[in-house]
């Protein structure tokens, strides 16, 4: 039986959801990609049924025990001015809250679920210089129209292989 691992770049806002089959420890392959992006005109309450529904989706498709392990993006609080600003607006509550439902969904299923912090899988690189990492180190994930949250979500993967290393200087052009 195929084995899988998750990855997940959670949020209210869009959450980014890859599934890999795991060929080796140390070479993972996407099979599966979504931004669950809901309406912004919809409470909480519904956004986080809607991201909940397309992992319980995942979790039926995929046949729950064959999924190992499910990695998602930590929340964490930045003392930094963009930190307290998303602290003041609610996003970090949000954030926690998209991550909280996300982990029940996959505990309900008896998935083992890790959380990464930030800084330990992406150090201070932005959005864009992760993924001129991840397509270095993986040319052929040019050719699979990975957007958005998805990317993070391929990038903490790649990290959990041993590919992706936020200190390790790699030939990408910035």
Not at 124 to 132: G, T, Y
Request: hydrophobic letters at 40%; aromatic letters at 8%; glycine letters at 8%.
């Amino acid at each position: 039986m195929s084995k899988y691992a998750v990855t997940l770049d959670p949020g209210i806002d869009g959450t980014g959801i890859v599934v890999w089959k795991v060929e080796r420890k140390d070479y993972w392959v996407p099979v599966e990609w979504s931004n669950v992006n809901p309406d912004p005109r919809i409470g909480d309450a519904a956004r986080l049924e809607l991201i909940t529904n397309r992992v319980i989706d995942v979790i039926l498709e995929y046949g729950g025990m064959s999924i190992e392990t499910v990695y998602c993006e930590k929340p964490r609080f930045e003392d930094s001015a963009r930190g307290r600003v998303a602290s003041r607006d609610e996003s970090l509550t949000k954030l926690a809250m998209a991550t909280g439902a996300l982990a029940g969904a996959f505990f309900a299923s008896g998935i083992d679920f890790e959380l990464l912090p930030v800084v330990e899988w992406k150090g201070q690189l932005s959005k864009k210089m992760v993924w001129k990492r991840c397509l270095a180190a993986r040319p052929e994930l040019a050719d699979m129209q990975i957007t958005s949250h998805c990317q993070d979500a391929i990038g903490i993967g790649l990290y959990k292989q041993g590919t992706l290393h936020p200190k390790q200087k790699r030939n990408c052009k910035r």
